[in-house]
């Protein structure tokens, strides 16, 4: 399998060819407002942003699927926790999700063109993997976020490898923040994400972002992160399993 990079020219190639008046009219703004966020509410700031992701897929004809969506929760402040297969990962879910939610991302990611303007634009927390003290501060601040009603995504696998049907060991510490907030977590499997760089847009299959039954926090409450995080990804890992056979 070729490396991620390799596989994702020839996409970010055609995507940028196929939206190149999109991207020369909208993501000036979209830089300028990440500078002056002062002038803008979080509101139009997450509202242009999510647009924008939108309209860029639906000009890549790439389709996304949303499925179960009457499993996310009313009340908002959960945890949505999902498989990695892809860098386009956040931006399905942005694309399927119907209500505001902010992403949880390794900080080497947030440095790339548009995603470093996405993060500055839709809640986001940065996690230094090296910096212990770094990390302690972040998940504090996505606990008290989380208490307060803002809704995160996370990737706990941490990277995506080549087998996409096997999902790697989640990571205990992404659900300090949850445990510590009593929150519920919504399992999400991605399917198919993967695809449209190996195809480069030519396959017909959908991208399907499946909604899993929310975890409530009652049923979690007495077990340890790494049995919270094991009870997550098997659920996630069943119905990948179940779509591959």
Not at 37 to 54: A, F, G, T
Not at 175 to 204: H, M, N
Request: charged letters at 25%; glycine letters at 2%; one cysteine or more.
């Amino acid at each position: 399998m070729a490396k991620s990079e390799d596989r994702s020219f020839p996409i970010i190639f055609k995507a940028v060819s196929k939206n190149f008046f999109n991207i020369l009219i909208h993501y000036p703004k979209m830089i300028y407002m990440s500078l002056h966020p002062d002038k803008y509410s979080p509101e139009e700031q997450y509202d242009y942003c999510v647009k924008l992701i939108k309209l860029l897929i639906d000009t890549c004809h790439v389709k996304i699927e949303a499925i179960g969506l009457e499993n996310i929760p009313k009340e908002d402040g959960f945890f949505l926790c999902s498989n990695h297969q892809e860098k386009f990962d956040p931006l399905a879910i942005w694309y399927a999700f119907p209500r505001k939610i902010g992403v949880i991302l390794n900080d080497e990611a947030t440095h790339r063109p548009f995603i470093r303007e996405v993060c500055k634009l839709i809640k986001s927390q940065k996690l230094k993997n090296q910096d212990l003290h770094s990390l302690v501060k972040c998940f504090s601040e996505i606990t008290k976020d989380l208490l307060s009603g803002i809704n995160y995504m996370i990737f706990p696998e941490g990277w995506y490898e080549s087998e996409y049907t096997q999902l790697t060991d989640f990571r205990p510490g992404c659900f300090k923040s949850p445990q510590r907030a009593r929150c519920k977590i919504l399992p999400v499997a991605l399917i198919d994400s993967y695809k449209i760089f190996d195809k480069g847009y030519k396959t017909t299959n959908s991208i399907q972002v499946r909604f899993l039954k929310p975890i409530e926090p009652e049923e979690y409450a007495n077990l340890k992160t790494n049995e919270i995080a094991a009870i997550v990804q098997s659920k996630i890992q069943e119905v990948v399993t179940e779509y591959q056979n």
